[in-house]
């Protein structure tokens, strides 16, 4: 099964509206960090955000905020007031505890195109 | 400047040509490992190193290797390359907590001809 499932391959969003993208993640193991990258065309791989599985509050960072819903398993990053920089790959990624089976790989998801339009 | 870096950045190259993807980092990261990235698969892990001299296989790791003689170093090993093992290549590194973000470097583009 897929740990990490992004569903969207591809979203166009307008220029200064707020988008969503969303990932959900499966696990068993009680304690896990969850992270979002950001892969512009030229290839590097930038960090965003990364939530806690105990942590009680949704981590934001500047534009970037990351809707957590635990019980659903779902870690969805909302991009504020998108720009044309904006446009590129996004990765969401999970990372299980030292004693789970996935030995602290840190497992990504297909990733969704982001594309903001002028 | 805390960095990953890997070498060669591009390489062309043919089938059956032993090949070497060199990783260094300068963070004192304990967990490094290798990612390949093909379209519509998004990243998926070959190896990892959980410290050194402990190694283990990823997702995909079939047709590669991989030592971590020292802290720093990880390198990927392409023994016998094919066509298959066409991709772009990335070596990262963290600490080993659960908050540990992932440092990555800029990519290797390998075409096997």
């Known amino acids: 099964a897929q740990k990490i499932t992004q569903t969207q391959p591809g979203m166009f969003v307008q220029e200064k509206e707020a988008v969503t993208l969303d990932c959900t993640y499966d696990?068993?193991?009680?304690?896990?960090?969850l992270f979002w990258y950001k892969q512009p065309s030229s290839g590097e791989m930038i960090f965003l955000i990364y939530?806690?599985?105990?942590?009680?509050q949704n981590a934001t960072e500047g534009r970037y905020s990351l809707n957590f819903q635990k019980a659903r398993k779902s870690a969805n990053l909302v991009i504020s007031a998108s720009q044309l920089g904006d446009s590129a790959m996004y990765f969401c990624?999970?990372?299980?505890?030292?004693?789970?089976?996935?030995?602290?790989?840190?497992?990504f998801g297909g990733g969704t195109r982001l594309m903001v339009k002028p | 400047e805390a960095q990953v870096t890997q070498n060669p950045r591009y390489l062309i190259t043919v089938t059956g040509k032993k090949l070497t993807v060199t990783c260094s980092q300068n963070m004192n990261h304990e967990y490094m490992s290798w990612y390949r990235q093909d379209p519509g698969l998004g990243l998926r892990q070959i190896y990892y190193s959980m410290n050194v001299e402990v190694t283990d296989k990823g997702d995909v790791p079939e047709g590669y290797k991989v030592s971590r003689k020292e802290k720093r170093n990880f390198p990927l090993i392409l023994e016998s390359p094919s066509p298959n093992q066409t991709s772009l290549y990335f070596c990262a590194s963290s600490f080993t907590s659960i908050t540990g973000e992932l440092f990555f470097g800029e990519g290797s583009r390998l075409t096997v001809l």
């Open positions: 990624a999970m990372r299980e505890g030292l004693t789970s089976n996935a030995g602290n790989m840190l497992t």
């Open positions: 939530q806690g599985s105990y942590d009680q």
């Open positions: 696990t068993s193991d009680p304690s896990y960090g």
